[in-house]
């Protein structure tokens, strides 16, 4: 296995120089001026315009831009922000703690709701529960996140008064009171990404599932006289998990990078609301920063998907 490991970290390597190249080609030919605002300023001179490009090195070609972006970010400098001249890094990092909050706590619940009810409703199929389950998982599925987001403020915000619809920033928790406050303005984000990742993630557990029922070796284990429930946690989990291992491993790195939709209904500071807002203003560094980092978590946790394989069925063998 470590060579294997060794072999896919040095494939990987390309795999994001040729991202990089990409990420950074688009960007760097798409429309839009991080001066745009400077031009509409009769203060502004054209000779101050282009002291401003060459101040952020808007004047270099494009490959010795990349090239010193590239050296650049492999020590660490992800740039500055062409809009509020503050290091990337530093940007990152104080969007990081609001999103790890919400979309992290919102994918843990969708794990803890999606998992038990994707097994019992594959064990007892064509059942009650086997409908008001997959009938919760096409609804959930199907609404967009905008939409049950505005949903969720107009009866929990505006008619129950119960939940704030705007997420407070610069709420700092102290004592219980503010981590009171921290809890019900985070809780509305969080049940309405989870619930659609936790429908997400149901579909899939539930169709692994039924997939493994039928196979030799599970009639086989019956046979042999084990009890159900050793069949089911030995045998048909560990193959079951195999394809929700995968789609796992490529939803943990939303985690790090935020959801876009969701901290834009709700004003959560995190790092999809700075990508966003990036976006809008023509912020290369920012973009490109967040983009390559979201390209290197999903090859990170492919990697650690590949090789949890390996646990989970003792069939895969890694090749020396």
């Given at each position: ?120 409703s594959a064990l007892k199929r064509h059942t009650i ?192």
């Amino acid at each position: 296995m470590f060579r294997y490991f060794i072999r896919r970290l040095l494939t990987s390597i390309p795999t994001l120089l040729a991202i990089s190249i990409v990420i950074f080609g688009v960007l760097a030919i798409a429309p839009g001026n991080p001066l745009g605002e400077f031009a509409s300023n009769p203060a502004i001179t054209a000779e101050v315009r282009e002291n401003l490009r060459r101040s952020l090195g808007l004047d270099q070609p494009i490959y010795i831009r990349y090239f010193k972006w590239a050296s650049a970010f492999i020590q660490g400098n992800m740039g500055y922000s062409f809009t509020s001249r503050s290091p990337v890094n530093q940007l990152i990092l104080q969007r990081l703690p609001a999103t790890l909050w919400v979309i992290g706590a919102a994918y843990l619940l969708s794990v803890a709701i999606a998992f038990p009810l994707g097994v019992i409703s594959a064990l007892k199929r064509h059942t009650i529960f086997d409908r008001i389950a997959t009938t919760f998982a096409f609804i959930g599925y199907s609404l967009p996140t905008f939409f049950t987001g505005l949903l969720f403020i107009i009866i929990f915000s505006v008619k129950l008064r119960w939940l704030p619809f705007i997420y407070n920033s610069t709420l700092e928790v102290t004592d219980w009171e503010s981590f009171i406050a921290q809890i019900k303005q985070s809780l509305m984000p969080i049940c309405v990404l989870g619930l659609f990742q936790a429908a997400v993630l149901m579909r899939f557990v539930r169709t692994s599932i039924l997939e493994e029922l039928n196979q030799g070796y599970v009639q086989t284990a019956h046979a042999k006289g084990l009890r159900s429930w050793r069949v089911i946690n030995i045998h048909i989990l560990r193959n079951a998990l195999i394809p929700v291992v995968t789609l796992v491993a490529l939803d943990i790195p939303t985690v790090f990078t935020g959801s876009l939709v969701t901290e834009h209904v709700f004003r959560v500071p995190g790092i999809g609301a700075l990508l966003l807002d990036s976006i809008y203003r023509s912020d290369t560094p920012v973009v490109m920063a967040i983009s390559f980092i979201y390209a290197i978590l999903v090859v990170i946790f492919n990697l650690i998907a590949d090789l949890l394989y390996g646990l989970l069925d003792p069939r895969v063998r890694y090749g020396n």
